[in-house]
C-alpha cells in the first residue's frame, strides 16, 4: 500500500516502528559484518608475520608492523565493547614488542614458551571473532 499511495503521488508516510527496528537491525548486522572481515583480516596478517617470525626467530625485523596492528585491533574491540580481548590485544603487543627487541637465547628452558603463548592467544582471539559475526550477543559475553 504504501509504495502504491507515493506511485500516485501521495506523500510518504512514516515509516512504521517495527520497519525502523528492522532496517537499523539489518544496518547493524551489516556494519558489524564489515568490522568483523577487517579484524579477521588484520589477524591474519599478524598469524602470517608472527608463523614467519617463529619460522625464523632471527629475523626479529618480521615482528615489526605487528604491534600497530594488534593497536589498531584493540581500538576496534575496545569500540565494540570487548573490553578483555582488547586487554589480551595489548599483553600480545607486549609480548610482540619484548620478542622484536630482544634475541632469544633458544638453549635456555622455556624460551619457546612465549610462541606457545602468543599463538594460542591469537588463535582464542581469531575464535573471538569469529564468533562475533556468528553470535555477536554471546562473543561480548565472552
Not at 544496518?27 to 596478517?45: H, I, K, N, P, Y
Request: glycine content about 6%.
Amino acid at each position: 500500500r504504501r509504495v502504491e499511495a507515493v506511485a500516485h503521488g501521495q506523500p510518504a508516510e512514516p515509516l512504521e516502528d517495527w520497519m525502523e527496528d528492522l532496517y537499523r537491525r539489518v544496518s547493524d548486522r551489516q556494519t558489524l559484518g564489515s568490522v568483523v572481515q577487517e579484524l579477521r583480516a588484520s589477524l591474519s596478517e599478524i598469524e602470517k608475520q608472527c608463523d614467519e617470525y617463529f619460522r625464523s626467530p632471527t629475523q626479529r625485523e618480521l615482528l615489526i608492523p605487528v604491534p600497530g596492528q594488534l593497536q589498531a585491533m584493540r581500538g576496534v574491540l575496545s569500540v565494540l565493547g570487548l573490553d578483555q580481548a582488547a586487554q589480551a590485544t595489548v599483553r600480545m603487543r607486549d609480548e610482540v614488542d619484548n620478542l622484536a627487541s630482544t634475541e632469544i637465547d633458544f638453549e635456555r628452558p622455556g624460551a619457546r614458551d612465549v610462541f606457545e603463548r602468543l599463538a594460542t592467544n591469537l588463535g582464542a582471539l581469531g575464535f573471538l571473532i569469529d564468533m562475533l559475526s556468528v553470535q555477536p550477543a554471546l562473543a561480548k559475553r565472552m
